[in-house]
């Protein structure tokens, strides 16, 4: 079965950044919809971004001009630059793949993506 392996996660101080990697692997990346979602203590899974097999991405809200979505299809990595990080951005951080439907950034709901990674813990204080 399709695998993700998120990496590149840790602690970090507010206003600074980290890079997110998630390699694939078991599947046809480039006919995939990709994306990452976080997941905060008590707190439902959000979507964060998702990009298409041809690089359109689209970002939620509250992290554009601050993260970027982006991905290799030679290398099936997917990533995801954050900057200017907030101590609320502090979460588990998950990539999820799909099969193309329709406008990738639509698809925005945890149930809508049936191949996930394990997680990788984003700690930013203060």
């Known amino acids: 079965e399709a695998q993700l392996v998120e990496s590149g996660g840790g602690s970090v101080q507010a206003g600074g950044s980290l890079r997110l990697s998630c390699a694939a692997s078991?599947?046809?990346?480039?006919?995939?919809?990709m994306g990452w979602f976080r997941q905060a203590p008590g707190k439902e899974r959000e979507w964060v971004a998702s990009?298409?097999?041809?690089?359109?991405?689209t970002h939620t809200d509250s992290v554009k001009g601050r993260f970027t979505i982006s991905r290799d299809n030679a290398q099936k990595t997917l990533y995801l630059q954050m900057s200017s990080l907030k101590p609320e951005d502090t979460a588990v951080y998950y990539c999820?793949?799909?099969?193309?439907?329709?406008?990738?950034?639509?698809?925005?709901?945890?149930?809508?993506?049936?191949?996930w990674g394990q997680g990788t813990q984003v700690t930013v204080s203060s």
């Open positions: 078991r599947f046809t990346y480039s006919a995939y919809c």
């Open positions: 999820a793949a799909r099969r193309t439907g329709g406008y990738c950034g639509g698809w925005r709901a945890p149930s809508e993506y049936p191949y």
């Open positions: 990009i298409s097999s041809t690089d359109s991405s």
